[in-house]
């Protein structure tokens, strides 16, 4: 799980997984949006490949039934280490098969209701958000700014210690996210739209405590 302090990088393809595992991004996500089956299966498999025997730990967004399936394939050493569900495709997830697999999951929430809810069925770690705007998918809820994640954080770290700070967070406010005391917060824009990406993961995990 993304705990001790660890970042999260969300990419939209296997590629950028192949960028990423290198630079000793501690976990990263694959966020690959599709309707086609089979293009899915072959971006998560490439991603997991990119990631088998490497220190990363790789959480597949959303597709949970070709990861189980690939991560099974694999004797459980597919690469794959979690999977990342929102609310809606929760509704659709069979908890039993993937508590069965062996593979973490984590859970996004965008309020009170969700993180209660989420909270009872014990998952890796709690993604709470989104704290600032941001333009990379469309939010149910508005921005819910520091004030608001810090009172989430308080409720829920008693509950679920693994706590992820995601939505709109960057370079720039990285700092107050993990000052919160999260132990991780997720970035995407941060590091694909960066000039310079090595340099961009370099002083991202640098402002993630040593150890």
Known sequence: MPAGARPLCVVPSAEWIERLVPLGVPTVQLRFKSDDAAAVRAEIARAAQAAKGSQSRLFINDHWQIAV???????????????????????????????????????????????????????????????????????????????????????????????????GVNASNMGQVLAVGVGSAAVVRAITEADDVPLAVAHLIGQFPAG
């Open 69 to 167: 399936e690939l991560h099974a394939a694999a004797g459980g050493d597919s690469g794959i280490y979690g999977i990342h569900l929102g609310q809606e495709d929760l509704d659709e997830a069979d908890l039993d098969v993937l508590r069965a697999s062996g593979l973490r999951l984590g859970v996004s929430t965008h309020g009170y209701a969700e993180m209660l809810r989420v909270a009872a069925i014990r998952p890796s770690y709690l993604a709470l958000g989104a704290i600032f705007p941001t333009t990379t998918k469309v939010m149910p809820t508005a921005p819910q700014g520091m004030g608001r994640f810090r009172s989430y954080a308080k409720l829920m770290q008693p509950v679920i210690p693994s706590l992820v700070g995601i939505g």
